[in-house]
Structures are given as C-alpha cells and as structure tokens.
C-alpha cells in the first residue's frame, strides 16, 4: 500500500514558476513509476509527466514539454513537478500518481495509488 500527498499548489499570476511535490508512504518507493496528471473543471484529468523507477526516463505532454520538469528523491520518497512560465490554462487540481509498471506512464489507468490533489490556479 502507499499514500501520496501532494503539495505546493496556490494561486499565482501567470509566467510565475511553482514547485508541487508529492511525499510517499512506505519503503519501496523507488520500485514504483510515478505520474503528475491534472484535471480542470469539466474536463477530463489528462497526463502532465512520468518518471521511471529510478528516474532516468521521463515522459512529457506536448503541453507542457520545455516548461515543467518532474524529479524525484528516492532517498526522501518524494516526486517533484517544478512548473516553470505558468499560463492560465495550466489551471487544474494536479494529482500525484504511483504504478508498479515502468511503461506506459501516460495513461492514467496504469497508475494503483493516487494523491487527494492540490490545486493550482493562474491569473492572468
């Protein structure tokens, strides 16, 4: 079993940068893959990026490609979204996600273990 908690979310303006971090229950934190997805009200929750076990591959959307970059710290069983050139429409509830898989990291479906979510909200 493991428990995610997200936080870092708030209320910025936009092309501000914002760091979320997602902390992990458990000792076998490095033996799971780890996903950011977010959803905005009325929409779908969509994939934001992946990481592997270990951190050496990682997996964007077009959307935020060049923008955000995940991490992680197995040491500290955490996982990092740092968010950088925020635009409104990166508005959403961002969800921490945890799989024992290593592939295909972008469909939700694939994730066992989701956080409660923290939001983050752009003005313009």
């Known amino acids: 079993q493991v428990q995610l908690v997200e936080s870092g979310g708030g209320l910025v303006q936009a092309g501000v940068s914002l760091r979320l971090s997602c902390a992990a229950s458990g000792r076998t934190f490095s033996r799971y893959a780890m996903g950011w997805f977010r959803q905005a009200p009325g929409k779908e929750r969509e994939f934001v990026a992946a990481i592997g076990w270990s951190g050496g591959n990682t997996y964007y959307a077009d959307s935020v490609k060049g923008r955000f970059t995940i991490s992680r710290d197995n040491a500290k069983n955490t996982v990092y979204l740092q968010m950088n050139s925020l635009k409104p429409e990166d508005a959403a509830v961002y969800y921490c996600?945890?799989?024992?898989?290593?592939?295909?990291?972008?469909?939700?479906?694939?994730?066992?273990?989701w956080g409660q979510g923290t939001q983050v909200t752009v003005s313009s």
């Open positions: 996600a945890a799989t024992i898989l290593n592939w295909d990291l972008k469909d939700p479906n694939k994730y066992n273990y």
